[in-house]
Every structure is written in structure tokens, then in C-alpha cells.
């Protein structure tokens, strides 16, 4: 039966009686059946603390280029005030990147959390099965036959067994999403270090690769878009060319700021 | 019958059910087969929506084996290729 109640329920019925064979003595099964479940709950906190850390690590890296956003669009005013387009064009070009990749850690984070979320609540409901065989196991241990209480620790295994079997799977699940997004991370924080998000400040004569590989991969659509509307809003829009300030004109236009 | 969903818990169906959402698992296969996510996802959300309905929770107190496992409620097409195959939920 390789349905979807075979595959799981086989995996988890195979451990459990691998558990049960272990000890002739029924009491030593459930004794050591419940050391296995407490264990077990041992496991799910530390993977509950592993999404968090990764969610943490997103939620930073979002905050920084949260920042980088501003102070770029910042700048391009600026460097439109000043009439310079190539350096404000250059300054949206890294914001539109900048708020693209902010987009996705967003959605990755909102991931994170319920994640965290439902291991939590599945945490707290293992919590309470296992307590919950931990009764049984004194009553089982204290009013039955040492054939009947097999039978009994068979039942009550199975059911904690499959939560946490069910609870194993949904680990995995989170660890392979946290693994995924921490690949992602490291990649946004080589995007980082090579200065893809940095404010064109820092760029040295401002003609280097990283300008011409962001020319690739921005739409030229939305920078120009934003462009327009930039100089719109600073009443530049339709001035004629002026020289560049920088070479030492410094002439005020009439109405610019 | 017990239904579990996996990561959310088990729930009590009435027995009548077992029928509805093995036709539904059979027809599920021959999506995922197909390759038709369009069809699973449909097919998916109808057997959710019966344990929805008609199941009711355990409680926490109560230790039982499921009759049925249903994978995660947001899996993947990718994922389900590997779940919906063969026989399906319920083996004769």
C-alpha cells in the first residue's frame, strides 16, 4: 500500500515496534517509550530556535536595505536638483533592486513565521500527548497483566508515535524552506559586500562594472518612469541642459531648488 | 474514521466519508499524474473542505492511530508527485 496513509503510518509503526521488541518487560518499554518522546520534544525546540534565528537574520538584512532605499531615493533628488540625470539615474537604478529584493525578504519572513507559528502549536500539543502517556504508563504499569499492558502500550505508542512523526515531518519541512533562505541570505549579503545596494557616494569615478551590470539587470521602463515623475515634482522637468555643476558654474537657475 | 492533517492535527469524520475522499484521493492521482496541478489543487481543497466540515478535533488527551494521513495543507505540486501515487489513502 504505497498510498499516503501507508507510506507514513509504515515508517512509524516500523519504529515502534522496534521500540517495543527492545525490552521484554512492558514497564521497561514504556519507560524508556516516554525517555524517546521527552527526547524527542528536545528536538522540535531546538529546530523551533533555528527559524527564529533565520527569521532573524532576514529581518536585518531587510532593515539595512529598508535604509538604503531611503537614502538612494535621497539622492537622486539631489543629484536632479543639481541637474546630473546619469547620477539619478544611477541612484534608482540600485533602488528599484534594492525594493525588489525587499519584496522578497518580506514574503520570506512573513514564510518564517508561520512556520514558527505552527511548530509552535504542534510543539505544545506533543507536550500534552506525551504527558498524557506518562499517565498511562502508571496505570498500564500498575493494573495489568504483563500481556495485556503489550497490547495497551501498543495503542498508546501508535498514537504518540504518529504525532511525532507528523511533527518530524513538519521539521524537516521547515529545515528545508531555512535552508533555502539561508542560501538566499548569504546571496544578498555577497549583493551587499560587492555594493549593489550602496549610495552612489561611495562609487568612485561612477563608470565601474557594477553600473553597467545594474543597466542589465533594472528595467529601464521604471527608472526612467520615476525619473520623469522626480523632475516633475522639482519643476526640472522641461529645463534645457545647463553645464554640469561640478565644473564650477554654480549658476542658480531661476524657479530650481 | 481518523483523519490526520498533517501538521494541523487529527480529526473524527463520520465513516460515510471515507468513500467521498477516496474517490476524491483516486481522481487526485490521475491529476498528479497527469501533471494537471490546476486539477490537484481543486481536488486538494474538496478534501479539505470535508475534514473541514465534518471533522471534529480530538483532543489532545487522546492517544489513537489515524485511519488516513493527509500530507501538509500547502503542498507543493512537487511534493504531492511524491505522496499521490499508486493505491492512494484508503489500501483495500
Do not use: C
Amino acid at each position: 500500500m504505497p498510498g499516503l496513509g501507508g507510506r507514513m503510518s509504515t515508517v512509524v509503526k516500523s519504529k515502534i515496534s522496534r521500540m517495543l521488541d527492545r525490552a521484554e518487560d512492558p514497564s521497561e518499554t514504556l519507560d524508556y517509550g516516554y525517555q524517546k518522546q521527552v527526547e524527542m520534544l528536545q528536538n522540535v525546540k531546538k529546530g523551533i530556535a533555528d527559524v527564529v534565528t533565520a527569521k532573524k537574520r532576514l529581518q536585518m538584512q531587510s532593515s539595512k536595505i529598508e535604509q538604503q532605499v531611503v537614502k538612494l531615493d535621497t539622492q537622486a533628488r539631489q543629484a536632479l536638483s543639481q541637474n546630473r540625470d546619469d547620477l539619478a539615474r544611477m541612484a534608482l537604478e540600485r533602488k528599484t533592486l534594492a525594493q525588489t529584493e525587499l519584496q522578497t525578504l518580506d514574503s520570506q519572513i512573513k514564510e518564517l513565521e508561520g512556520q514558527q507559528e505552527q511548530l509552535t502549536t504542534n510543539e505544545q500539543k506533543l507536550r500534552q500527548k506525551i504527558e498524557q502517556f506518562r499517565t498511562k504508563k502508571e496505570v498500564i504499569k500498575a493494573q495489568y497483566s504483563a500481556a495485556e499492558a503489550q497490547v495497551r502500550i501498543g495503542e498508546a505508542a501508535s498514537g504518540v508515535g504518529e504525532e511525532m512523526a507528523d511533527l518530524g515531518l513538519a521539521m524537516q519541512r521547515a529545515e528545508d524552506k531555512t535552508e533555502s533562505m539561508r542560501a538566499r541570505a548569504s546571496a544578498v549579503e555577497e549583493l551587499e559586500a560587492a555594493g549593489t545596494f550602496d549610495d552612489i557616494t561611495q562609487l568612485g569615478g561612477g563608470q565601474d562594472d557594477i553600473e553597467r551590470q545594474l543597466q542589465e539587470l533594472t528595467s529601464g521602463t521604471q527608472v526612467d518612469d520615476e525619473l520623469q515623475k522626480m523632475k516633475a515634482e522639482l519643476g526640472t522637468g522641461s529645463e534645457p541642459d545647463s553645464p554640469a555643476l561640478e565644473q564650477g558654474e554654480g549658476t542658480p537657475k531661476e524657479g530650481s531648488a | 474514521m481518523i483523519v490526520r492533517v498533517s501538521g494541523e492535527g487529527q480529526f473524527r469524520l463520520p465513516d460515510e466519508d471515507s468513500d467521498r475522499i477516496n474517490e476524491l484521493d483516486n481522481r487526485a492521482v490521475a491529476a498528479v499524474e497527469q501533471g494537471d496541478e490546476t486539477g490537484f489543487r481543486e481536488l486538494w481543497s474538496q478534501m479539505l473542505e470535508i475534514v473541514a466540515n465534518d471533522g471534529n478535533a480530538l483532543d489532545d488527551d487522546e492517544l489513537v492511530e489515524s485511519d488516513v494521513i493527509l500530507p501538509p495543507r500547502d503542498i507543493s505540486f512537487e511534493e504531492a508527485q511524491g505522496e499521490f501515487t499508486g493505491e492512494g489513502l484508503i489500501p483495500d
